[in-house]
Nanobody, 115 residues
Framework: QVHLVESGGGRVEPGGSLTLSCVAS????????MAWYRQVPGQERDIVAS???????GYVGAVKGRFAISRDIATNTVYLQMNDLTSEGTGIYFC?????????WGQGLQVTVSS
């Protein structure tokens, strides 16, 4: 199976920045899109940003202009650069890849935005 390993979470002050990384255990095919999701306690896991193999990006409206998703095909890595963070950015961030129509998840990273 494909394994997704995330890194880069932690605590940041409001207005600060963090970059999350997610490394897949093998190269992904062109049809295997990747995304970042966020989940807060008691709520569903919601998509934050997505990217195709060709670099087509999508963002939830709340983060557009502040977050940037990118993908390094050579290293099987997807990134989420988060800028101008607010308390709304707090949550557990999960890397996602759609493999053969099934969702594959990273282990989850806690991001806490607080002063």
């Amino acid at each position: 199976q494909v394994h997704l390993v995330e890194s880069g979470g932690g605590r940041v002050e409001p207005g600060g920045s963090l970059t999350l990384s997610c490394v897949a255990s093998r190269p992904l095919a062109t049809s295997e899109q990747m995304a970042w999701y966020r989940q807060v306690p008691g709520q569903e896991r919601d998509i934050v940003a997505s990217i195709t193999h060709d670099g087509i990006k999508g963002y939830v409206g709340a983060v557009k202009g502040r977050f940037a998703i990118s993908r390094d095909i050579a290293t099987n890595t997807v990134y989420l650069q988060m800028n101008d963070l607010t308390s709304e950015g707090t949550g557990i961030y999960f890397c996602n890849a759609v493999i053969g129509g099934e969702f594959t998840w990273g282990q989850g990273l806690q991001v806490t935005v607080s002063s």
